[in-house]
């Protein structure tokens, strides 16, 4: 599951009721999230039960059922979903592919603050970061080219799909343009420089299996979601299985 940019609802943690007609606001996601975990457990929807009766929800059963459910993880690039994944108790996944902004500082408050919970005794947390693997660093840095502009084009809201390597070569070359509405990005800003850590890792299958074992332990991680972006499918499965065979998999 996804979690959006919002604030979590000040003062009681107990899930605040939602009718059928209620206007959805900006702050709603700590409902969306309770609402989902009742779905998933209907013991919990005692905990929407006062004086007006049950949750209108909670007669509705997911379908087909089953003897287990999916576990609910927090996936999010802010300090938001981190601060809501430590205090209900849940595991956590950092979107660092998409924002390398503030990654050390999202994980490290999530296991630090972790609450336990029914659903989890010990913080349980990942990152998904970018890698492109391929026979020589020449190779995989001809690759990258293609998700550098595809990143670029998002900030400016442009949707067009994965660029070949030699037609984003083409136009990072030039220097982008100013972006549009809405999304508030000064034209300097398009082109981000990498911080801490790089949201693509990206060379031979020794360079980015190194890397990405640095990061796992100086972040204390035990786990990573890697993700591999590049215009030919073959590729990103060659990328895939070289990394694999680097881990010895």
Known sequence: MSASVAHP???SSR?????????????????????????LDNSRWDNYRDARGPHPFSKIRVMPSAETTPRVWLLGSSMWSSVTAAQEGLPYAFAHFFSGQGTREAITHYQRSFVPSAE????EAMIAIGAIVAPTQEEADHLHASVRLLQRRIRQDDRRPV??????????????AVPRQPWPVLAGAIDQPETEYPRYVVGTPAKVR??????ARELELRELIVNTIT??????????????EAFEL
């Open 231 to 244: 215009h030919s499918h073959e590729a990103r499965k060659r990328s895939y299985s070289l990394l694999a």
């Open 15 to 39: 899930p605040t009721r939602s009718s059928a007609t209620a206007k959805p606001s900006r702050d709603d996601f700590p409902q969306q999230l309770a609402e989902l975990r009742a779905f």
């Open 210 to 215: 190194d890397e990405l074992l640095r990061i």
């Open 9 to 11: 609802a000040a003062g």
């Open 163 to 176: 660029a070949t390597p030699e037609e984003a070569l083409r136009e990072l070359n030039v220097p982008p």
């Open 120 to 123: 989890l005794q010990k913080p």
